[in-house]
Nanobody, 126 residues
């Protein structure tokens, strides 16, 4: 069983920054690709970013490209999402998730993930 716990969300003004963390249980963290998704009220879950097992490959949604950076620390079984230049439309619950593969091919679809965290709220005020 894998547990994923997100933290780092909060309330920030537009233009500000936040760094989300996702800590994973289990010793196989480094074998799997990971991803971040978000879901705003009344909207479907949206892909944000993904990272392969080693951190050498990443894939970021166009809506956040140039503002968000995904990274991971396999030694500490932690994944991060650095969010800069935040906009009100970034307001959502942010979820981390694990893929059952080391690759990020096809990582944009929620169905490509097998474990999910409980989410952390990010609110950006204008």
């Amino acid at each position: 069983q894998v547990q994923l716990v997100e933290s780092g969300g909060g309330l920030v003004q537009a233009g500000g920054s936040l760094r989300l963390s996702c800590v994973a249980s289990g010793r196989t963290f480094s074998s799997y690709a990971m991803g971040w998704f978000r879901q705003a009220p009344g909207k479907e879950r949206e892909f944000v970013a993904s990272i392969n097992w080693s951190g050498s490959s990443t894939y970021v949604a166009d809506s956040v490209k140039g503002r968000f950076t995904i990274s991971r620390d396999n030694a500490n079984t932690t994944m991060y999402l650095q969010m800069n230049s935040l906009k009100p439309e970034d307001t959502a619950v942010y979820y981390c998730a694990r893929r059952p593969t080391s690759s990020i091919i096809g990582a944009y679809a929620p169905s490509g993930y097998d474990y999910w965290g409980q989410g952390t709220q990010v609110t950006v005020s204008s």
